[in-house]
C-alpha cells in the first residue's frame, strides 16, 4: 500500500516534548556523537598539522598529498564496510569498533618513526597506516552514526536528532582548528609538534567506548534479528509506553512483511527502484563534496594565502570558517524540522554556487597585490561556509539515513558515503594543483558543477521530512515515492 498522504503517522499517539523520555534520547545522541566530533577532529587537524608534519619528517609535497588524501580513501572503503557492518552486527556494536580503530589509528600516528628533518620509510609507512585507519574510522562514522540516531530518534524530531551529528563534526573541525592554533602558539615549531594535535583525539575515542557501552541498540534493526522484546524494551526509555507500542507495531508489520524478501545486496540488485534511490543517494553525496567544502576545511590556509594573506594571517583567518560552521550548524538544528529537505537543498546549493561566482569575479576584479583582494575573498569564503552548513551538510546526513529501506539501509547508506568519500579524496589530491593554477578559475569550475547540482536535486531527488521510516521503506520499495517532481508529501506536524 502506498502512503501518499500517509496514515501511519496520523496513527501514532502525540509525542511527549518533554520529560525523561526526551532527556534520555539526548543522552543516546551525545555519546554517538562522539563519533561526529572524531570525524571532524580527523579531517580538519591536518589543516594546521600538515605543515609542521612535512618539515619534521622530511616530507615531499607529493608524500604529503598522499597522507592527507589517503584519509578520504580510506573513508570511502570505511563507509561502505561501516554500513555493511552496521546491518551484519548492530549499530552500537560497529560504532564500538569504530572507536577502537579511531583510537589505534590515532596511535599509529603519534608514534610513527623519524623526526629531526630526515625522511624515514618506515615512519612514513606506519604514519601512512595510521591514517588509512583513521580514514577507515571517519568513514564508518559518517555511515553508522546517523543511521542510529535516525532509528532511535521519534519522526516529528528526527531531522535535528540526525543532524546533531553534523553539529558535531564541524565542531570537531573548530576544535582542530583551535587547538592547533594554541599549541603552535605555546609550545611553537619546536620537532613533533604535530604528533601533539594528532593526540587529542585519543581522549573522544575513549569516551565513545566506554560511552556506547551503556547505550541501547537500534530498536529497528533489533525487529530486524527478531529480538522483538528487547525492540520494545528500547523503545519504552525514549518514548511513552503507548507511544513506544504503537511505534513498535508499525516497525514490526514493515518486519513482517519484508522478512521473506532478500537482504542486503540481494535485495538491491533485485529491485529498480532500490537502485535508482542508491544512484540519487551517491549522486547527492558526491554533489556534496563537490561544492568544494572539505577543500576549505582541508586547505583554507592555502586558499587565503593565495589571496594575499601572510601565513600568520591565513592560520588566524581560518578559525573563522570553524566559528561560522558550527553557527551555520546550529541554525540548520532548529530548521531541519521546519523546513522540507528538498527546499533546503535548493536554497543551500544556490547560494554556495554564487558564493564560487562572487569569488571568482573578485580574483578577476582585483588582481593580485591588490588590498582588497583577500578580504573579498575571506569574506565570500566565510560566506560559503555558513550556507553549506546552513543549509546543505547537515540535511544531506540526515536525508541519506531516512531514505534507505531497513534491510539495506546501512548498505545503502554505505554506498552512497563510499561515493561521497571517493570524490573527497579525489578533491583532495586535485585541489593544490588547481588552486596553484588560478584560484579564481578553481572556484568558477565549482560553481559550474554546482549548477549541475541544482538541477540534479530538482530533478531526482525525493522528500522525506514528516514520514515515518516505515511510511517512507514502502513508497522507496515499490516505487511510489516522488522522485521527480516537488514532493507532495505530508508535512511533519506542527
Not at 580510506?74 to 557492518?85: D, N, R, Y
Not at 543532524?163 to 558535531?168: P, S
Not at 537482504?263 to 533485485?270: D, N, P, Q, T
Amino acid at each position: 500500500m502506498s502512503h501518499g498522504a500517509s496514515a501511519a503517522e496520523a496513527a501514532l499517539p502525540p509525542l511527549d516534548r518533554v520529560g525523561p523520555y526526551r532527556k534520555r534520547l539526548g543522552l543516546i545522541s551525545i555519546v554517538a556523537c562522539l563519533g561526529g566530533l572524531l570525524f571532524g577532529y580527523d579531517t580538519g587537524v591536518a589543516n594546521g598539522a600538515e605543515g609542521p608534519m612535512a618539515h619534521d619528517l622530511g616530507l615531499s609535497l607529493l608524500q604529503l598529498g598522499l597522507v592527507i588524501a589517503s584519509l578520504g580513501f580510506a573513508a570511502a572503503v570505511g563507509a561502505l564496510l561501516g554500513g555493511t557492518l552496521a546491518d551484519a552486527i548492530g549499530r552500537r556494536r560497529a560504532i564500538l569498533v569504530l572507536a577502537i580503530l579511531f583510537f589505534g589509528g590515532v596511535m599509529l600516528v603519534i608514534f610513527s618513526p623519524g623526526g629531526g628533518r630526515a625522511f624515514d620509510p618506515i615512519g612514513y609507512a606506519t604514519l601512512l597506516s595510521g591514517r588509512i585507519v583513521l580514514g577507515l574510522a571517519v568513514g564508518g562514522a559518517s555511515s553508522v552514526v546517523p543511521i542510529y540516531l535516525a532509528e532511535l530518534a521519534p519522526y516529528e524530531i528526527r531531522g535535528s536528532i540526525t543532524g546533531r551529528n553534523e553539529l558535531a563534526i564541524v565542531g570537531g573541525q573548530l576544535a582542530a582548528f583551535v587547538v592547533n592554533a594554541l599549541i603552535a602558539v605555546t609550545v611553537g615549531e619546536t620537532g613533533g609538534v604535530w604528533r601533539l594535535m594528532f593526540a587529542v583525539c585519543a581522549i573522544p575515542a575513549v569516551c565513545l567506548f566506554f560511552g556506547m557501552l551503556r547505550m541501547p541498540e537500534s530498536p529497528r534493526w533489533l525487529v530486524e534479528k527478531g529480538r522483538a522484546e528487547q525492540a520494545l524494551r528500547v523503545l519504552e526509555t525514549v518514548r511513552s509506553k503507548d507511544r513506544a507500542k504503537a511505534e513498535f507495531e508499525q516497525v514490526a508489520l514493515i518486519a513482517e512483511e519484508e522478512s521473506e524478501a532478500k537482504v542486503g545486496l540481494g535485495a538491491l540488485i533485485s529491485n529498480k527502484w532500490l537502485l535508482r534511490i542508491v544512484a540519487v543517494g551517491a549522486g547527492l553525496a558526491m554533489i556534496q563534496q563537490l561544492t568544494g567544502i572539505n577543500t576549505i576545511m582541508y586547505f583554507g590556509s592555502r586558499v587565503l594565502e593565495q589571496a594575499g594573506m601572510t601565513p600568520q594571517q591565513a592560520v588566524l583567518a581560518n578559525i573563522s570558517f570553524g566559528i561560522v560552521a558550527v553557527i551555520g550548524g546550529i541554525i540548520a538544528l532548529r530548521n531541519m524540522d521546519r523546513i522540507d529537505r528538498r527546499k533546503t537543498f535548493m536554497i543551500g546549493l544556490s547560494l554556495t554556487t554564487t558564493c564560487h561566482v562572487l569569488v571568482l569575479i573578485a580574483t578577476t576584479v582585483f588582481p593580485e597585490g591588490h588590498p582588497a583582494r583577500m578580504w573579498a575573498v575571506l569574506v565570500l569564503v566565510v560566506a560559503f561556509v555558513l550556507s553549506m552548513q546552513t543549509f546543505l551538510n547537515i540535511a544531506v546526513w540526515v536525508w541519506l539515513a531516512e531514505i534507505f529501506p531497513l534491510h539495506m539501509r546501512g548498505l545503502g547508506f554505505g554506498i552512497s558515503a563510499f561515493f561521497g568519500w571517493g570524490m573527497n579524496g579525489v578533491l583532495a589530491l586535485v585541489m593544490p594543483t588547481l588552486l596553484a593554477w588560478s584560484l579564481g578559475g578553481t572556484f568558477g569550475l565549482l560553481a559550474a558543477v554546482g549548477v549541475l547540482g541544482v538541477l540534479f536535486i530538482y530533478r531526482f531527488v525525493p522528500e522525506t521530512r514528516g514520514r515515518t521510516l516505515e511510511a517512507l521503506e514502502e513508497d522507496v520499495t515499490t516505487g511510489a515515492i516522488n522522485i521527480i517532481t516537488v514532493s507532495q508529501k505530508v508535512h511533519a506536524k506542527g
